[in-house]
């Protein structure tokens, strides 16, 4: 019953920008906390951002100043908006939600950063 669907991964030029769209379902959205994970050929999965239930957030340092995570509970819904994009950040994007031993992942989507 619970699903997490990503959407908005695809093809961008450096310097583009990109908004993913994580939409949850079966869960009670509003106690959750929510994170984006990304994880590129070769390298581990990391944590990109991160936002609590209560609406903190947080960024791996090599993101900070360009990308936004954002919630919107009325739509059981988070956002990760991606501004001045680098070939580094072409990954898979992965949308998680968790809380205490609840732990959920989404399928996720392609983000490619080229030329």
Known sequence: QVQLVESGGGLVQPGGS???SCAASGITFTI???GWYRQAPGKQRELVA?????????YTD???GRFAISRDNAKNTVYLQMNSLKPEDTAVYYCNA??????YWGQ????TVSS
Request: no cysteine.
């Open 18 to 20: 990109l908004r993913l």
């Open 32 to 34: 959750y906390n929510m």
């Open 50 to 58: 991160g936002i609590s239930r209560g609406g903190s957030t947080n």
């Open 62 to 64: 090599s993101v900070k």
């Open 98 to 103: 968790k809380f205490l031993k609840a732990d």
């Open 108 to 111: 996720g989507t392609q983000v």
